[in-house]
């Protein structure tokens, strides 16, 4: 693929008249990635430092294999990651501060015990919801929420502790376009009335519904936003044929649902905050008959989020969404540090190292009008 800038939806022009007068630079308080996937291994030890050299901190999944599905699994996986961490800035001569906020994999077994457990660790932050099969390593998930988990629900209410839900139904008679709303309908809105006080993080989120349903629903709920669910259409997927790399789950929806994202995003509402869900898979695992699910954004996260803010002139709201809405859901100070983002040609790569192999990043072989500075 040729170098290109970064196509956008038509409405990117919208701030083109006032390019010229768009600062060369933005500094923000230090940003956190709300929803990341490190891997394990020779994988987490390629991706760990792209995240560290951005964000202060990163909730990370637990779908590994196996699952991180208690608190001594969060402590084991946390300390592999620093352990990753120290090992690539010794190779660097970097040393960005970074904190991985971990999360239990929910399962019918979870019980309200290990809930209380990882309340009181310090380190974990939140529990997933993958409903089973829902995507990668999802096998182990959830088959009735409210039938199986109700103890646990109730236990996470009174601790205080999130639940971070995969919100798609994977009824395979729900078209897949489908399934956010569908999930919404049959999982989200019961889940909310049985327990009103759950905190509750709707991740990746992907139509107008889903923006819709969490500024109105009552009591504590949020939404993470990913970069290629605001800059990309379900188009991009087929453009000038089978394109993988843009393949994710939730998968990429229609332009309407595109621009509700991007005006919850960039709306100011506390509810709405970034959050990645920067996936790393190996090129052939993606480029395949059966490909794999996910895209990696953490290399160039940033700069994809500014470029989305700057495409409707709202750069000014980028500080809110990326540093300050996520920690006040979580109960969690901003960042101390910061981040500088500058207006400077940012080719993408067309692959980077992971492990033996490499991955395809987002938007691979084009150019970005963003570049992110190391954190300060």
């Known amino acids: 693929m040729s170098q290109t800038s970064l196509p956008v939806s038509p409405d990117r022009g919208a701030s083109a008249a006032g ?11 230090r940003p956190d990635d709300w929803h990341l996937h490190l891997r394990d291994g020779a994988v987490l030890r390629s991706v760990v430092m792209d995240s560290a050299r951005q964000f202060g901190r990163a909730i990370i999944m637990p779908n590994l294999r196996p699952p991180v599905l208690t608190t001594e699994d969060a402590r084991a996986y946390r300390e592999r990651i620093l352990s990753a961490l120290r090992q690539a800035c010794a190779e660097t001569g970097e040393a960005p501060a970074f904190e991985p906020l971990m999360t239990l994999y929910l399962t019918d077994r979870t ?17 997933k919801l993958y409903p089973a099969g829902a995507t990668t390593h999802s096998d182990a998930g959830v088959t009735d929420l409210l039938g199986r988990c109700r103890a646990t629900l109730e236990a ?9 839900v995969h919100g798609e139904v994977t009824d395979p008679e729900v078209d897949l376009f489908d399934r956010e ?7 989200m809105q019961p889940l909310r009335q049985a327990f009103p006080a759950l905190k509750v993080v709707f991740e990746h989120l992907t139509t107008a519904d889903g923006a819709a349903y969490v500024t109105q629903a009552p009591g504590p709920i949020a939404a993470t936003l990913t970069p290629q ?11 000038g044929g089978l394109r993988p790399h843009w393949y994710c789950l939730p998968v990429l929806k229609r332009e309407t649902h595109r621009k509700a994202l991007l005006e919850a995003a960039t709306s100011g509402n506390p509810r709405f905050f970034l959050g990645t869900d920067s996936a790393p898979h190996p090129r052939g695992a993606k480029e395949q008959d059966c490909g794999c699910a996910g895209c990696y954004t953490a290399r160039h996260a940033m700069a994809l ?24 859901f979580y109960g969690l100070e901003p960042n101390r540090g910061s981040l500088t983002l500058e207006r400077v040609a940012n080719p993408i790569p067309h692959d980077l190292p992971l492990g033996d192999e490499v991955v395809v990043p987002l938007a691979a072989g084009e150019t970005l ?8």
């Not at 390019?19 to 308080?29: F, G, Y």
């Not at 709303?181 to 999982?187: D, H, P, S, T, W």
């Open 19 to 29: 390019a010229a007068d768009a600062p060369a630079r933005i500094r923000l308080i």
């Open 305 to 328: 989020y500014a470029t989305a803010f700057e495409s409707v002139g709202r750069l000014d709201r980028l500080e809110a969404f990326a540093s300050l809405h996520g920690p006040a």
């Open 229 to 239: 669910h605001l800059l990309y259409n379900r188009n991009a997927l087929f453009k």
């Open 181 to 187: 709303a569908v999930f919404i309908e049959r999982v």
């Open 369 to 376: 009008g963003w570049m992110s500075l190391d954190a300060e």
């Open 156 to 164: 996470m209410q009174d601790c205080g502790m999130p639940l971070l």
């Open 111 to 127: 019980t309200p015990d290990e809930i209380r457990r990882a309340s009181d660790c310090g380190f974990v932050h939140g529990v």
